[in-house]
């Protein structure tokens, strides 16, 4: 069982920044892919940012030149930089974690709890 735990979030003006952690933690072998999903009011959750072990990312269309998602590999953790935030950037952000538990396992994904984000206007 792999834990997930997301901080950093909390309530910022327009034009501000955040910067997101998820720190997982439990039986883990290796962490494949890590991300940030995020869901508004009334919205479906929708895919952020995502980041390989190799470091090869992946940006929605509306966060691409704003956000910047890192990640350490040692201390099994991934980051959310969140710069020249906007009111649509309101929401639920969770971090989601691929990985195996030994060599051979299958990949299973966990998710976090989940940390506000509000971005005032």
């Known amino acids: 069982q792999v834990q997930l735990v997301e901080s950093g979030g909390g309530l910022v003006q327009v034009g501000g920044s955040l910067r997101l952690s998820c720190a997982a933690a439990?039986?883990?072998?290796?962490?494949?892919?890590m991300g940030w999903y995020r869901q508004a009011p009334g919205k479906q959750r929708e895919l952020v940012a995502g980041i390989t072990s190799v470091g090869t990312t992946n940006y929605a269309d509306s966060v691409k030149g704003r956000f910047t998602i890192s990640r350490d590999n040692a201390k099994n953790m991934v980051y959310l930089q969140m710069n020249s935030l906007k009111p649509e950037d309101t929401a639920v952000y969770y971090c989601?974690?691929?990985?195996?538990?030994?060599?051979?396992?299958?990949?299973?994904?966990?998710w976090g709890p989940g940390t506000q984000v509000t971005v005032s206007s």
């Open positions: 989601d974690a691929d990985s195996i538990a030994t060599m051979k396992s299958v990949p299973f994904t966990s």
């Open positions: 439990g039986n883990i072998f290796s962490i494949r892919r």
